[in-house]
């Protein structure tokens, strides 16, 4: 491995970096994601960004956009629509009428079709819309590299500050609201973060390994009985791993990125996921080590 980063490890160094990088936020982030069982955020907001990263690439074709203009606009309409989702999904909450699940299914399912529509229509940039949605080594930028470590830098720095605020208000929001814990606002901060990492990883990335490495590493690190605090340290590191052994197997086999470190974050999930099973089945007391009951008097 490291004869592998010694060899490509200067011409892939910024996308190697950022797709590690956006793993470990993506993965910390992810351990809410799946506990909350709001999965399709994920998915909605990875289309969602998607449909900004699109639709920049057509109004800079039909405008004739470039420069430092046009390399902003692709993450800043990736953000915003993706911030139109979160704080509508706030503001909605639970409404009997309309509820987070019908807004979820419309914010996956037309931005999915929008993007479909458009494509063609950008057709000398249809390989970069193609590498939006399924991730490719040559779109990172040195911009989108500095960009996804300050947005992670952020989510790390706002846990390790309001970290037990956060699980509490994720887990039991009940009992939450009753303590006097912000719920709304730290739902609002939580999901805020989770628009601005997707956006930005979105552009860099694709949609397909964003919405891979936020669910996959969470799925695992959950399937270990360690404690909290330690699931999300996992999750992170297996987010960043998935990010770094999933670009090396692209770039050893000629596969899709996107898809490689997608296939890694599965792997390493099925693989926790079994030591998880081994470490509860080896605490277990046996039978025979089993404390013996009391006769009961007859």
Do not use: C
Not at 34 to 44: M, P, T
Not at 81 to 108: H, K, M, N, Q
Not at 131 to 152: C, F, K, P
Not at 228 to 248: C, P, R
């Amino acid at each position: 491995m490291f004869e592998f980063l010694a060899l490509y490890g200067d011409l892939y160094r910024d996308p190697i970096l950022t797709a590690m990088i956006a793993g470990l936020g993506l993965g910390l982030l992810g351990v809410y994601v799946v506990s909350r069982r709001i999965v399709f955020v994920s998915a909605a907001l990875s289309q969602t960004s998607a449909l900004g990263v699109t639709i920049a690439f057509y109004l800079s074709a039909q405008l004739g956009l470039a420069g430092l203009l046009a390399e902003l606009l692709a993450p800043a309409l990736a953000i915003l629509l993706s911030t139109i989702v979160v704080f509508s999904l706030v503001w909605l909450g639970e409404r009997p009428t309309l509820g987070r699940d019908a807004l979820l299914g419309v914010a996956f399912i037309v931005p999915t079709a929008l993007v479909l529509l458009l494509g063609p229509l950008i057709a000398h940039e249809l390989h970069e819309v193609e590498a939006v949605l399924h991730g490719s080594a040559v779109l990172v930028r040195e911009s989108d590299l500095y960009a996804i470590l300050g947005a992670t830098l952020l989510v790390v720095v706002t846990q390790l500050v309001a970290f037990r605020a956060f699980v509490f208000a994720s887990l039991d929001p009940l009992v939450a609201r009753t303590q006097g814990v912000p719920v709304r606002r730290l739902d609002a901060i939580l999901f805020g973060a989770i628009a601005l990492l997707t956006g930005l990883s979105t552009r860099a990335l694709g949609a397909l390994p964003t919405f891979g490495l936020t669910v996959l590493p969470a799925i695992g690190a959950l399937g270990l009985n360690v404690g909290l605090k330690w699931v999300f340290i996992i999750a992170a590191t297996s987010g960043a791993a998935s990010g770094l052994l999933g670009y090396m197997l692209a770039l050893a086999t000629d596969w899709s990125v996107g898809a490689s470190q997608t296939l890694v974050a599965a792997l390493l999930a099925l693989l926790l996921r079994a030591l998880g099973m081994l470490l509860n089945r080896g605490a277990r007391p046996t039978p025979s080590s089993a404390p013996p009951e009391k006769a009961r008097p007859a």
